[in-house]
């Protein structure tokens, strides 16, 4: 795999890659994000996955707990790697990670199903999302399936601040334009605010570039609150996250 043009990306994950690993604690990630992309994935057994943006692993390991066969991580951060390659260490599950970019992916190998998670939203330009899209496309086996989650390009800038109680935050520019940075500020449980470089393309890009990359039916999907989020506070809590998302699910089909 080549440097590529995501290199500041690197740099900023290597920085915050333990706070990224912490924030998993923050009640909207751990009650609507990680399980609404686990429902989004559904039954894993017996298949090849590769997680590409993987993180510190989390979402691979547990995808390789409840059965895929095979797993591969990829991340840009050499520290986010670092993080996985710990976990696997500690508790071996035989999951496999690479340091590389995903936009120059060259692997030999094809997976039933691939996942990025926060992968997209990293795209400034739409030949850098046709680049993301083309590899997630080239590494999936045919009738394969691509599963994510992204910052979700359809809300109005007005509703960057919406989900303020929940410790979440986005800004930009005050004409947000196609390839302008949009700001993701998190809450930590510990107080401190960790900051997220996100770039705005719009769902109509999105969907040109997943087609123009060969895949079909790119679509956005509903994220929920499990029954443990919905248990641990009072009824309501969360329609406000609902009513203007910023986080949606995302999927393909090869
Ligand atoms: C917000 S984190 C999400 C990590 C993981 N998917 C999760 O949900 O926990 C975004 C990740 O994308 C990775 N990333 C961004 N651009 C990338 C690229 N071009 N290739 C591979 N990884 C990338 C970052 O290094 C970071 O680990």
Redesign the pocket.
């Known amino acids: 795999m080549k440097s590529s043009d ?1 290199s500041d ?2 740099h900023h ?1 290597d920085e915050i890659a333990q706070q ?1 690993a912490d924030a998993k604690s923050i009640p909207y990630i751990e009650y609507i994000l990680t399980p609404s992309l686990l429902k989004l994935i559904g039954p894993v057994d017996g298949k090849t996955v590769l997680d ?4 510190e692993g ?2 691979l390991r547990h995808l390789k707990k409840l059965g895929a066969a095979d797993v591969l991580g ?4 050499h520290e ?1 790697i670092h993080l996985a390659r710990n976990a696997e260490k500690e508790e071996p599950l035989g999951c496999r990670y690479l340091v590389g ?3 120059q992916l060259q692997l030999d190998e094809q997976f039933d199903l691939v996942i990025g ?3 997209l939203n ?1 795209a400034s330009s739409k030949e850098q999302l046709l680049s993301l899209f083309s590899a997630i496309a080239g590494a999936l086996t045919p009738g394969g399936r691509f599963v994510g989650l992204n910052v979700n390009m359809a809300i109005e800038t007005a509703h960057y601040d919406d989900l303020r109680k929940y410790g979440r935050w986005m800004t930009t520019t005050p004409d947000r334009k196609e390839g302008d940075m949009i700001v993701v500020h998190h809450r930590n449980p510990d107080g401190s605010e960790m900051i ?1 470089e996100n770039f705005y393309l719009s769902p109509e890009t999105y969907a040109a570039a997943a087609a123009e990359a060969g895949l079909k039916n790119f679509r956005w999907l509903a994220l929920s609150v499990s029954q443990a989020g919905l248990d641990a506070y009072p009824p309501g809590f969360w329609d406000e996250f609902f009513e203007t998302p910023q986080v949606m699910g995302i999927a393909a089909d090869l």
């Open positions: 995501f990306t690197e994950y990224w590409l943006a993987c993180g989390a979402d990829v991340d840009i951060s986010m970019d995903a936009a998670a926060f992968l990293h997220i």
